[in-house]
């Protein structure tokens, strides 16, 4: 099993400005100035190890898109985010641009987690087939409401793709892809859902979109058996514990802290921390992956865990 991410901000999309940039470029001068680097230097192995990823790279921009690959056919995502754009274009670069069958999972209906839909060209295509997967009863309104007038310039009725709707059930496993996928209810302002992807003797669970309060430290609590012995598990951790306890409670997220324990309390092998605060910078983001690290380490030392933190590109492989 194969899962690529190709978005994981929170709320919206995030731009990189001027500002930003300036700062990574200043990092990176003062750091080659540190070390002496000077003309006819190995500038890739400067770059590979001195240099933080904040610094070179990117956690990336886009809203939820996450590709899931079991081994069956087709394509099958997790949700519409902007990230889609991505996906889409890699995918025609790839497989051409007709012939191709689409399975979107949808986690809930706000609009973070649709608006890379009307941007998708293989929709726009003929011959290739999409289905929507979802819990809520409103998902195919959602999608025409969001490509009708006055919010878009093409009608989701002129799109070329043959587009179908399946309802899903909570707790009632189905083959998407060649994978058996469960949605599990979330809590979350007009409810989300997560999803167990099992095949091949692998698990992967998408739980993004969800909050979790003092039930959770509950011996019996439902959510410890959604992602039990999971290989790797995407987790919403927008928020520090303080936000999330706080000024952030009710708004239908989580916290690092949270995802760590449960993860751990469930024998989960691998934490992947999604859904990330759009106020963050890229240092901000790897100092909270630090932390979080750290704090892994402290909870129940005793259980492994890796703690990864999602970015536009990433692959994991199980």
């Given amino acids: 099993m194969k899962v690529t991410v190709w978005g994981c901000r929170g709320s919206l999309p995030v731009s990189t400005t001027?500002?930003?940039?300036?700062?990574?470029?200043?990092?990176?001068?003062?750091?080659?100035?540190?070390?002496?680097?000077?003309?006819?230097?190995?500038?890739?192995?400067?770059?590979d190890s001195e240099l933080p990823f904040s610094v070179w790279g990117?956690?990336?921009?886009?809203?939820?898109?996450v590709q899931v690959d079991g081994g069956g056919e087709g394509v099958v995502v997790v949700d519409c985010g902007s990230g889609l754009r991505d996906l889409g274009l890699a995918?025609?670069?790839?497989?051409?641009?007709?012939?191709?069958?689409?399975?979107?999972?949808?986690?809930?209906?706000?609009?973070?987690?649709l608006m890379g839909f009307p941007f998708f060209t293989p929709a726009y295509v003929p011959g290739n087939v999409i289905r929507f997967h979802g819990c809520h009863e409103a998902l195919e309104r959602a999608l025409r409401t969001q490509q009708s007038p006055p919010f878009f310039p093409v009608n989701f009725d002129d799109?070329?793709?043959d587009i179908g709707f399946e309802t899903l059930a909570p707790g009632r496993s189905v083959e998407i892809g060649g994978m058996a996928v469960t949605p599990f209810a979330q809590n979350h302002p007009g409810g989300s859902y997560g999803y167990r992807f099992e095949a091949r003797g692998k698990c992967f669970v998408m739980s993004t979109d969800s909050e979790h309060r003092e039930d959770a430290e509950a011996a019996d609590y439902p959510f410890l058996e959604h992602i039990r012995g999971a290989d790797l598990l995407v987790f919403?951790?927008?928020?520090?514990?303080?936000?999330?306890?706080?000024?952030?409670?009710?708004?239908?997220?989580?916290?690092?802290?949270?995802?760590v324990e449960l993860a751990k309390r469930a024998g989960v092998r691998a934490l992947c921390l999604f859904h990330q605060e759009p106020t963050l910078d890229d240092a901000s983001i790897e100092a909270f992956h630090d932390e979080t690290c750290r704090y892994a380490r402290l909870f129940m030392p005793e259980t492994p865990l890796e703690v990864l933190m999602a970015r536009d590109g990433m692959v994991v492989e199980l």
Wanted: proline share 3%.
């Fill in 236 to 259: 919403d951790a927008q928020y520090t514990f303080q936000a999330a306890s706080t000024s952030k409670r009710d708004w239908g997220h989580s916290s690092n802290i949270a995802g």
């Fill in 91 to 113: 995918v025609l670069a790839t497989r051409g641009p007709s012939g191709g069958r689409y399975d979107f999972i949808m986690t809930h209906l706000h609009w973070d987690h």
């Fill in 159 to 161: 799109l070329g793709a």
């Fill in 58 to 65: 990117t956690y990336g921009s886009n809203t939820c898109c």
């Fill in 18 to 47: 001027a500002p930003t940039i300036r700062r990574k470029v200043a990092r990176a001068l003062r750091a080659a100035a540190r070390k002496g680097l000077g003309p006819g230097a190995d500038v890739d192995a400067f770059i």
